[in-house]
């Protein structure tokens, strides 16, 4: 029983199945002619839509567009600004690089040139050093080689003198460095073979002078008072005598001495014989 009513229930189920699906379908044909009737209506609103929806793109666009071509222009313009400024301010420093690049290679051809002359100037002073230097060489050697000549000429021609005596001339002189009588310092010099000195001119006045201290000389007036003699036994023609004298003030003045330092002036004073004097002997170079 259970079996049959349950296949009844399913025929009922069917049934209503059956009616259901034809009510859906009428259901589905309204709402097929509903939804083709609002789909044309909403085919024409979304075409304005989306007609709409590209109007608002293209006019976005056209002013992103509008907006990116005014940045780059501002961009460009700013660019080209600072590119001025850059080129301008590289122009500045490389007319500034030049022209300190020129000075110095001016000054440095400048110095160049002042040390080639320098260097020329030095190598022509040094050139003219060795030449004076071998000039010297050269005069030092000759004048040696003239006095040696000299020395020997004057040799040949006037001789020469002891040592420790003294050359004037042709003739030899020895200057004593002790005191005597004029009578024991004549006898000294005939003993070294010569004579109380005999002077005969200015020049040898002078020279005699540089002895620097008084000296007898080879005159007297021992034979005849007032008439002065030589040792050599000429009379005296010129004499050297200092203002005043002879005068044989206190009598008995009868030699003659010379006293360069008088007075710092030069000449002959006659005084006693016994005074004691340094002297000086002449006698001719040996030939």
Partial sequence: MQIIQTDMETENIYAN???IKGKELKTDDIQQQSSETSNSGMRSADRRFVFQRWAAVG??????????????VHY???IGNLEKKHNSHCSILKTNYTSERDQLEARYRSCAAQRDQSETRYRSCAAQRDQLETGHVTCAAQRDQLRKEKSSLELQLWGSCYQGWVRFN???????TKTSTWYESQHDCRYKGADLVIIESA???EFL???GNDFWIGLSDAEKEGTWKW???RTLNTGFWRTGEPNNANGGENCANSEPNHRRTWGWNDIPCTHKKNWICEMPVKQ
Wanted: charged fraction near 10%; aromatic fraction near 8%.
């Fill in 17 to 19: 199945v059956n009616t």
């Fill in 209 to 211: 002078n540089t002895a």
């Fill in 203 to 205: 020049e040898e006045q």
């Fill in 170 to 176: 042709c003739r030899c002189y020895y200057i004593s």
């Fill in 59 to 72: 006019l976005f666009g056209v002013l992103l567009l509008t907006v990116i071509i005014a940045l780059c």
């Fill in 231 to 233: 040792v050599d036994g």
């Fill in 76 to 78: 460009n313009t700013v």
